[in-house]
């Protein structure tokens, strides 16, 4: 057992609460923080490894993976308010203990509603009994560790060092940094009774929230009455986030609007929206203060289990999909299928497609739900139409959800800066970055051809079994995606697909696929342009046996409503230098 681990479930037993119930809330204060026990908890948790596997796994065998980010960011305590404190302390001890972190909650909303709810924890502890301890541990904090004392992010830890000539002519430098995110599927986090967000908020006092325009229109009241039901300060941003959206001049809107704002470079921006709003906005903060956090709350399929806890955030440019961006994981990202019941039904299949894509190549009990579910899945919205909770439909989509959020971040986090190409999660992304705008297809349609093609791939090259191919191209016809389109029969645009890819990844292809069994994945890197159109031949007679020839249900973005991205220009005309530069050929 940790020292972190051991030393919070020994304040949770030892801990005298009469402190708590005082009428003096500044006596209470003192109290507590000159107790012994409230003393080794705090030097336990600046001293922890709050991003080892080690604390992490300790908190899931003890059940109490609901207290671990307040664990990791108390390690940076010092600094936080005695407001955020003593809320992220009430987090750390309901997760062990139910009945003593209501308590510690309880507590910690006096403070917030007090005049003291604002100063800092270091600074009321230098003005403790015990104030002579904390001057010298916090001088000795500046040298050792000032995450612990200066910290400008509590999710963030970096560090270094260097080696040098003896003339420093010549310096060596390795860095290194961890970050942490948590990831959460929820029902209904818009009730004031569901206080993950105002939790986060309160301490801070106001939310600054960037929401997707169609969000707005049915949930903007919603939104409105959570932050004043919890008299939290709201700046709300609205933009609209249609495919054509995604360029940089949305992102630079974003920024403008962050400073006259006056964004702190601590302050979690709250996201509400789709793929889109995700993306962008997350490139906002990627680039405001170079590291501002954010807080992603999903309402479509896509961002839910995809593009909301993806640390790639991106926006289109010179024709190109996601051709710039920055690694920035959000450090919260919620999924909440409430939010599913007022989708069409064409955006629901857009987003199946990325549920099924993890499923192909990492999760094969995820396939076998996925094929319980069916058209039921779509029908119901998740189970959140004509449903109740208990109904076999919501209970398998709640665990369709959850696996896909998993085996995604899974494969994600564990190659954050995208170093090398081993990513099951790009399956259906090799070619399909290069016909999807020239189509004019939704990017689930698009996804879902190209993983429909790189089945084939895969059973070509004896890499799958026949059964199991053709399992894999039912459940994605099952859903009404695409497996065929007639823009795979333009060769030059499919070869410059793969060359800009190969590009991207280093030169390699490393085309994800399943290989072994479903749920399973290899990785194709030859393909020469013959085999290439020989391969889409064959495979446009197999999908000719499918419902629709192939042809997915509305593929195209105006088939839901969308203005096409193939004939609407989302970026600044490129100068001929430009064009020269990024041609894809």
């Known amino acids: 057992m940790t020292k972190t681990t051991s030393a919070v479930q020994a304040f949770i037993a030892t801990y005298d609460s009469d402190p708590l119930q005082q009428e003096n809330l500044d006596h209470a204060i003192e109290e507590i923080l000159c107790s012994t026990p409230f003393r080794h908890l705090l030097l336990s948790l600046i001293d922890s490894d709050a991003f080892s596997q080690e604390l992490g796994e300790e908190f899931a065998e003890a059940g109490a993976i609901e207290g671990l980010s307040a664990c990791r960011q108390l390690r940076t305590g010092l600094n936080h308010s ?79 060092y260097v080696v040098s000539t003896d003339d420093d002519q010549t310096v060596e430098a390795v860095m290194n940094a961890s970050t ?16 993950v967000l105002r939790d986060l908020y309160v301490s801070l006092g106001r939310c600054v929230c960037l929401v997707d325009q169609n969000v707005e229109r049915y949930y903007g009241e919603q939104i409105n009455n959570y ?67 954010y807080v992603m709350l999903s309402t479509s399929i896509v961002a839910g289990i995809d593009a909301g806890p993806s640390p790639r955030t991106c926006c289109d440019g010179f024709g190109y999909k996601n051709l710039f961006g920055a690694y920035h994981a959000p450090v919260l990202s919620i999924t909440d299928r409430s939010f599913f019941r007022t989708l069409e039904e064409g955006w629901l299949r857009h987003g199946i497609a990325e549920i099924i894509k993890m499923a192909v190549v990492k999760d094969e009990e995820l396939f076998r739900f996925l094929e319980q579910a069916g058209e039921d899945l779509i029908t119901t919205r998740f189970g959140t139409l004509d449903c109740d909770s208990h109904d076999h439909i919501s209970v398998l989509s709640q665990k369709i959800l959850g696996a896909a959020m998993r085996s995604y971040v899974e494969a994600e986090y564990d190659n954050l800066y995208e170093t090398h190409q081993c990513r099951p999660h790009a399956y259906g992304h090799t070619w399909s970055p290069g016909f999807e705008i020239e189509a004019g297809l939704l990017h689930g349609h698009a996804v879902a051809t190209g993983m429909g093609f790189g089945a084939y791939l895969s059973y070509r090259n004896n890499w799958i079994k026949e059964s199991d191919f053709h399992r894999i191209l039912k459940l994605i016809s099952s859903f009404g995606l695409s497996l065929w389109h007639d823009v795979l029969l333009n060769k030059d645009t499919l070869w410059a697909a793969q060359e800009k890819m190969v590009q991207k990844r280093g030169g390699n292809l490393a085309a994800p696929m399943p290989k072994g069994t479903i749920g399973q994945c290899g990785y ?44 609407v220009g989302t970026h600044l005309p490129a100068t001929p230098e430009d064009e020269e530069l990024l041609s894809p050929v």
């Open 227 to 293: 932050f004043e039901y919890h008299e939290i300060k709201l700046d709300k941003l609205v933009y609209r986030a249609m495919e054509v959206d995604k360029g940089i001049y949305t992102v630079e809107r974003m920024l403008g609007d962050f400073k006259r704002l006056g964004v702190s470079r601590n302050e979690p921006v709250l996201i509400v929206g789709g793929g889109v709003l995700t993306d962008t906005g997350g490139l906002a903060c990627a680039l405001y203060h170079r590291n501002t956090p």
């Open 180 to 195: 942490f995110t948590s990831i959460k599927v929820l029902e209904n986090c818009l009730d004031p009774q569901e206080t």
């Open 524 to 567: 194709l890197n030859q393909l020469t342009r013959e085999q290439l159109n020989q391969a889409i031949e064959e495979y446009q007679a197999i999908c000719a046996d499918y419902p629709r020839n192939g042809w997915g249900i509305d593929p195209h973005c105006h088939d839901v409503g969308l203005e096409n991205p193939s004939t």
């Open 82 to 160: 005695l407001s955020h404190f003593f809320g992220l302390l009430a987090q750390l001890v309901l997760g062990f203990d139910q009945l003593a972190g209501s308590e510690w909650y309880t507590f910690s909303n006096r403070i917030h509603h007090s005049e003291i709810a604002k100063i800092k924890l270091l600074d009321r502890l230098l003005r403790s009994a015990d104030g002579k301890f904390y001057e010298e541990l916090s001088s000795r904090l500046v040298e050792r560790d000032p995450h612990a004392v200066y910290t400008t992010s509590s999710y963030r830890k970096s560090r270094g």
